[in-house]
Structure formats: C-alpha cells, structure tokens
C-alpha cells in the first residue's frame, strides 16, 4: 500500500499529490485527513503533509519512493478535519482531491494580513533619562526626539513615529539593538460589521418553539448528535428558535455556523444574530474582500468568534470545536454548488457533524421533500412549529383562472379580480406586490384556452420548444414536431407563454396612471447595493406597486403590503425539470406569506391556467401535507429523488462527432458492467441548451433506489475515463441529484 500525500495546497507548484511508502509500525495506524512529517525534495527536507488516500499501485519509479517517517505530534489538527471531509466529499460527488480540497480550504494565502505595530520604551525613567542626556551630547537628534516621546508616553503607535516624529526604520532598528526599546507587532483582523453592541434579551418563547429547544436540547445533553428538521410556517419564529439553541451550545464552549442562502443574507437577519451575540459573530459572503475572508477564518481558526454566518461557503469554517450547523430556507437550490465537486450543503454539513461530534438544524417552511423524507423516515428528527408567533391569520387566497379570463374576452395578464384589488389597495394607500414566476422557465407550450401542456411520455416532465421546430425532452431525447392546435380541445390558441417584467411595468403604468411603480429584477440590480437601494425604497413607502421576479417573495418584511399577485404560476409549473410542481409550490407559498404580515389582514392573488393542478391548490390553502403526499407518489412512480437516487454524467466537447462517441461507450461501460437489474439508465440526451460558446453538450441519466450503488458506478466510470485516452479530450462531471437540468 502508498499513501497519498498533498504537501502544500498554498503553493501552487506542489497542488498535487505526491506518493509515499507506509512503514510497517503505521500500517494500522494512518487514516485519511490525519497530519504526517515526510522527506521532501532533494535535501529531504521533513516537510508536513495531508495523507488524503491509499493506493495499491505506485504511480512513480517505486525506487525512488521515500517514506513517511512519522504521524506529526499535533495530527487532529483543524486542516486534518478538513482534509479528511474533502475525501468524503470526493468520494460521495465525484471530482479530484484537489478541487475538493481547494472547496473546503478555499484561502490559499494570506490576503494582505494587516498587521499593528507599537514602540514600547524598555527602560525605567533613570536610566531613560540618561540615555536622552548622551544623545543630547553626542548631537543624535532623531534618537533623542524618539525616547523624548517614550519617556512621556512609554507605548507609541509605529506610524506616528515615523510620520509625526519624522523617524526611520534605521533609526528604531539601532535603539531596538542596544535594548532602549522593542518594535511590537500584532495581526489585526477586519471585521465586516463594526460597532455591534449584545443587547439584553428578555423573550419569551411561545409552546411551539420551548418544545422545540427543549426536545433538541435533551437530545444534546445526552451526547445525541442527530438532524432536526424545524417545519414552520412564515412568521412562526424559527429565527428565535436558531438563537437559543445557538446560546446553548456557546455556553458550553462550542461553535456554530449558520448557513442563509445569499439571496436572504439581508442586513436585518444579521443584526438579529449581533444582538444577541455582540462581536463574537461574524460573517461570510461574496460581498467581503480576500482580505476580509481570510480574517474571518483566521479569527473563527483562533477562537475569537463563535458564530459564522453566510452562504454555503460558510460551511468550510474551520472552527476548532464545532457543535451545531443551521441551515436556514434549507429547501433553497442555492445550497447545491454548480461546481465540482457538486456538494449539496445539507448532506455535506451531515458528514461534517459526524466527523465533529456537531448536530444539524435545518428549518424552512416548506421543507425540501429530500427533508421530509428522511423526516418521515425516521432519519431526522421533525419539529413542528404549526402558528405565527403573533397568531396572525394567514393571508386569504384567490385562484383565478386565466382559460375563464380568456373566454371571456380579457387578454391581459391582469386578471379582473387583480385588477379591482389593486385600485381598492391604491384608494386605501397600501401596498402591492406583483410577482412573475420565471424560474426554470424554458418555453413550455400550452393551450390558453383547456390548459393542456405538452408533455413527454416517458419522462413526467413538459417538452421544451426549439427554434428548429421540435419539441425536445431534456431527460430522455424524446422529440416530436410543434403544433398548431391543441391536441385536447382544439383550439388555435396554443403556443409559448412569454411576459416579462418589463411588459407588465408599461401595462401597469397606463392601467394606474397615478401609481408609483418599481420594477426589481436582473436588469435593475445589476449595479452594486441594487437589491438594497429598492428594496429600501419601498419599505419607506416611496412607491406603490413593486413588480419583480423570485427575488422579491424571499424573506421580506413590509408591514403596508395587504396584495399579492402571482401573475403567472405556470411558468415554473410546466418547466422541464422533475421538480417544477415543488419549486411552484415553494415560490407561491413564499409569494403569499407576504401578504398581511402587520396589522392589516392581506389578499392574494394566483393566476394560472391550472387552478386544479395540486401545486396550485395546495399553495393557496398553505397546505404542505397534502402537497408532500401527492408529490411524493409522482418521484416513486417515475423514479425520483428522494424515493430513487439520480446520477447525472454531464459531458462536453468541442468536437461533437467526438462527444457523441465518447456518450455512446461511456452509456456501453456502464450497461454493461451494471450488475444491478433496478439500474435505469437513460440518454445520452441533448440539454435544455446544447451549444455553450461553440462547446457541444451531452448528457447520461442513471437512477437506483441506493445512493452507494450510484458512487460505486461512478468511480468505476472514472476509472474506466482516466485509462481511455478517447475521452482526454472530453469534458466528464458528475452530478448527484442534480438541482437543475444540465
């Protein structure tokens, strides 16, 4: 056996892993992540290194393998921890050691350290004193100013003796040597968020949330390390339920992370954390310098924080001795990273609090059904939190059916009872928020007068139209030609359903000449802080009407907003994705728990075209339990995650005669060496988009109940891609339960 050795990750000559013999006396005692001493280079220089695997086979001259000499003192330490989940997670997603490694420690130097330096005098006042009197003498002018300013202050910040005092290094350097004074230097690390005072807490928790700390906290104390599941409803107070199981755990000496999705990381969520918790708390985003990153971790490495909080990076925290991982909205796609390795958050956090000794929170209120699988299945544990916090009523809820509107002569995407909302909203001066479900949209046809969607039939998900004509399924490659009436009820009004946020701004306009209206979506945030400058706008009631895409129905707090509108639901409904009935239900439920959060009881509006899909019924009566069971029977009937586990083979090539070979025997290898007859295998199939900047793409679908059967299958697969030198130049990832269509 070799042992697999990355020497230095911060050294971009040596981001490889090196071969090593394994001595008889650590045979039984290495394991991945675990810090070891070796020879390195000519001078065999002892040099620590990551062990990150074993090999049976030597890849180099094996007369020139040198061996570990011995596991280093400290091996537990955090970069070890680290190490060792960079190997689970290229062994559970696929990818190479480096990209997992340069995943979780993703500081590869350290960025512009600032660092504070201070003249301290080291003699008493006598001998100081007459230490000036032989400058004096001896016409050292510089010398003598400098311990002139000593003898009055003792202690001076470096720059003002080199700016005000007008002295040179040289001149420090010499007084240093002959021991009248000391050059001293401290890191200092910036802190994002400045100023930040821990207020005092007197909260009283309502029946939901004490049942929930209490369950979760006994578990705890017991030395049980489980995965909780908080299932509440907007406005139930999940937050103050994160913040004292957070207490809890500080209290005994422990760390936490909190993870957001990006969109959620607003400046209120934070606050709430820094109240509690003063400047202990720290956080993480895209919006932070290198420099500011690296801080943050160093700060979290030395113990001088206790809570991180930001996006799925923020998992990577290297906390000495972690002891919870929340995972806020954890139903969020932005937990799954679009790079390799493809890690999902939540299974990544699970693995990091086995290997920690940490529990997993996660809480939304419309759970993922991956979570509420394994909630049912006795895998999480599920808290429940049924009520709002206040005990205000959830907003009341109209379908309106837009085949009915169409019959009956009205053509806009303003519905009628929308339209006379809205003008009792401007009289009463409250708010109004328009909402076009454009998630994953990609074309879909549909009649506008029956509702029919042209649907594949192998795949359970609606086919997508092509310029070329053709209406293409992503999962399978199933195609067949556009039509020009419908199929169900004949009619010609049958086609792609486009608006845009743009078209529905102008309509507004002429519609409510007098209504101030905002429009929040990629093209009106593109500059810095837009997001924050609208969203403020509209909060202080300097408009009316915000129209916007999913970005808007996520975590916000306007008391004056009475009506919702969700102008489109189909638009997600009957994208070509397994999951558009769950992503339609969470984006409408979000949509509608806007409405009436204050005072005021709030009114929503949803226009579909299928009022009775059970997406669409069930969001309107917020009901979750019902969704679940439907949803749920649709994955295991055509065999999806959470029931069946998902393997997509993504691969890409500029040369597409290639790519289509290299699909076609990579489809061969795997049918035949597949030994388990529940394997489905599927494609290769063409993409929702096929060409990316003159790069051809392909993909391979194989589904299995067991997630272990798919692992096995990929590394057999990657094997099998590393010793066929057809596929150099070809482009493989893999991605498990993918998130999106490729």
């Known amino acids: 056996m070799y042992a697999n050795i990355i020497v230095d990750i911060t050294h971009e000559k040596l981001d490889k892993i090196f071969q090593y013999s394994i001595p008889p006396e650590l045979e039984e005692v290495l394991q991945v992540g675990m810090e070891v001493v070796i020879p390195f280079g000519r001078g065999n220089r002892e040099t620590k290194g990551y062990l990150v695997g074993f090999a049976q086979k030597c890849d180099y001259d094996p007369s020139k393998i040198k061996p570990i000499l011995h596991v280093a003192e400290k091996s537990v330490a955090m970069e070890a921890k680290m190490v060792a989940l960079a190997a689970w997670m290229k062994e559970y997603y696929g990818g190479t050691m480096i990209q997992s490694l340069k995943t979780v420690l993703p500081i590869k130097k350290q960025e512009n350290a600032k660092v504070k330096r201070r003249v301290r005098l080291l003699l008493g006042e006598a001998e100081g004193k007459a230490k000036l009197d032989f400058y004096l003498q001896k016409n050292q002018r510089a010398r003598a100013r400098l311990l002139a300013a000593l003898l009055d202050d003792g202690s001076l910040e470096y720059e003002l003796v080199t700016k005000k005092l007008n002295i040179s290094l040289p001149v420090i350097r010499a007084l240093e040597e002959q021991g009248v004074l000391v050059l001293e230097s401290e890191q200092v690390y910036r802190n994002p968020v400045q100023g930040q005072q821990k207020e005092a807490r007197t909260l009283i928790h ?263 004509g053709k209406l293409v399924c992503h999962y399978c490659g199933y195609e067949q030609p556009k039509m020009k009436t419908c199929p169900e009820c004949g009619s010609v009004h049958i086609g792609e359903f486009r608006a845009g946020t743009q078209q529905i701004e102008d309509l507004l306009k002429k519609e409510f000449p007098a209504a101030r209206v905002l429009r929040m979506d990629m093209d009106t945030t593109k500059e810095k802080d837009g997001h924050e400058k609208i969203l403020s706008a509209f909060a202080n009631e300097e408009a009316d009407i915000l129209i916007g895409t999913q970005m808007i129905v ?107 070979t290299a699909a076609k025997y990579l489809k061969e290898y795997a049918a035949r060496i597949n030994r388990n007859e529940t394997m489905r295998i599927i494609g290769p199939a063409s993409p929702g988009v096929g060409k990316i900047n003159d790069v051809y793409r392909k993909v391979i679908y194989l589904k299995d109940e067991k997630y272990d059967t798919l692992i096995e299958m990929k590394n057999k697969l990657e094997q099998y891609i590393e010793i066929n030198s057809g596929f150099n130049k070809v482009r493989i990832q893999f991605d498990f339960n993918p998130m999106n269509v490729f």
């Open 206 to 468: 309502t029946e939901e949330q004490s049942g929930a700390i209490d369950l979760f906290w006994k578990d705890y104390q017991a030395g049980i390390r489980g995965t909780y599941l908080i299932h509440g409803v907007t406005g139930s107070g999940k937050t103050e339920v994160y913040i004292e199981m957070i207490a809890r755990v500080i209290a005994q000496g422990r760390q936490a992370i909190v993870l957001i999705p990006e969109i959620a990381l607003t400046y209120q969520t934070v606050m709430r954390f820094y109240k509690c918790f003063g400047d202990r708390v720290s956080i993480m985003n895209s919006r932070l310098s290198q420099g500011e990153r690296y801080d943050q971790m160093m700060r979290a490495k030395d113990g001088k924080i206790d809570v991180m909080i930001g996006p799925r990076s923020a998992l990577f925290t290297p906390f000495p001795n972690l002891g919870l991982i929340v995972i806020d909205e954890e139903h969020e796609t932005t937990y799954k990273s679009e790079q390799v390795p493809r890690y999902h958050a939540r299974e990544t956090a699970e693995a990091r609090g086995r290997m920690e000794d940490a529990s997993v929170l996660l809480g939304s209120a419309t759970p993922s059904l991956e979570a509420s699988y394994r909630a049912r299945s006795g895998e999480y544990t599920l808290l429940p939190m049924k009520n709002r916090a206040q005990m205000q009523e959830l907003a009341t809820v109209y379908t309106v059916d837009l085949r009915e509107e169409l019959q009956e002569g009205n053509r806009s995407i303003i519905s009628r009872k929308l339209h006379e909302l809205i003008e009792d909203r401007l009289q009463k001066k409250e708010q109004i928020m328009l909402f076009i479900n454009r998630r994953g949209y990609a074309g879909f046809i549909s009649c506008r007068s029956c509702g029919y969607v042209v649907k594949c039939p192998h795949c359970d998900v609606s086919l997508s139209s092509h310029r070329n």
């Open 554 to 660: 996520k975590g916000h707090d306007f008391p004056n907003v009475t009506l919702v509108g969700a102008l489109a639901a189909d638009m997600s409904l009957y994208s070509d994705d397994y999951r558009a009935g769950e992503r339609t239900f969470q984006l409408l439920t979000q949509a509608v728990g806007r409405a009436g959060r204050g005072q005021k009881h709030g009114e929503a509006v949803i226009q579909t075209y299928s009022p009775e899909h059970y997406a669409i019924t069930c969001a309107a009566k917020q009901d979750y339990e019902s969704f679940y069971e439907e949803e749920i029977a649709y994955r295991d009937l055509m065999g999806y995650p959470p029931v069946h586990n998902l393997l997509a083979v993504l691969l890409a090539c500029e040369n597409e005669q290639l790519l289509e």
